[in-house]
């Protein structure tokens, strides 16, 4: 699996948009980006998903670059309980072999 | 409504003495993960179940089992916990439909040892 680098932690006002990067140069070209957060005490949370194309759900908006070398996870409208760990995981899909691989990810802080 | 259940979510166990923890899901996936967490770490795959088949990472240590006797429920067994194994342990399912179906995480159980 390609290796993510993430920036150790960020802040965030309440209410401004949240921008978490994340670089993954060694992606292969069937590697999705996979984005999870963990708020303190709880299992991870999965958020989003994509190839190369931009994907938005009711949770984010996720950008691809259009070399797939980095990708930013947006948080439109940060509120405190968005505090948590960012997971950027680059990662094949399917079959027996699929998993994730886990790095340190970025704290988001979001301020009031 | 939660889909993927952790009991209990604090077990303390004494050093050397042999412990399971659970987990079951309502969501009837095909595949079933146990991660270890400790303290300010990232979680770490232990191993998972592809429906009956098992499959072990490398690095786990023989200490560590599994069981799924059905789709729905799944075990981690500690045979003789040491003061290293406290952490807290992550219990996620998945659907392979030969997509790229995200997982679902419990809330772990968080695993002290005296």
């Known amino acids: 699996d390609a290796k993510t680098t993430q920036p150790t932690s960020m802040d965030c006002a309440e209410g401004r948009a949240a921008n978490l990067p994340c670089n993954h140069s060694?992606?292969?070209?069937?590697?999705?980006v996979y984005w999870y957060r963990q708020i303190h005490s709880q299992g991870p949370q999965y958020i989003i998903h994509?190839?190369?194309n931009n994907e938005t759900n009711e949770m984010a908006s996720l950008i691809i670059t259009e070399d797939r070398k980095s990708s930013t996870l947006i948080l439109p409208h940060a509120t405190l309980r968005d505090t948590a760990v960012y997971y950027c995981?680059?990662?094949?899909?399917?079959?027996?072999?699929?998993?994730?691989?886990f790095g340190k990810g970025t704290l988001l802080t979001v301020n009031p | 409504d939660a889909m993927v259940i952790q009991n209990p979510r604090y077990q303390v166990t004494q050093f050397g003495k042999p412990v399971t923890l659970s987990c079951s899901q309502t969501?009837?996936?095909?595949?079933m993960y146990w991660y270890q967490q400790k303290s300010s770490q990232a979680p770490k795959l232990l191993f998972h179940?592809?429906?009956?088949?098992?499959?072990n990472e490398a690095d786990t240590p023989d200490n560590f089992q599994s069981r799924r006797p059905n789709t729905s429920f799944c075990f981690l067994d500690i045979r003789s916990p040491g003061l290293g194994d406290a952490a807290m342990y992550l219990c996620?399912?998945?659907?392979?439909?030969?997509?790229?179906?995200?997982?679902?995480f419990g809330d772990g159980t968080r695993l002290s040892i005296l």
């Open positions: 969501l009837n996936h095909n595949v």
């Open positions: 995981i680059v990662r094949a899909g399917g079959g027996s072999n699929y998993k994730l691989t």
């Open positions: 060694t992606i292969s070209g069937n590697e999705y």
């Open positions: 996620a399912t998945r659907f392979d439909g030969g997509g790229r179906e995200p997982q679902h």
């Open positions: 179940y592809y429906d009956k088949d098992f499959n």
């Open positions: 994509g190839l190369k």
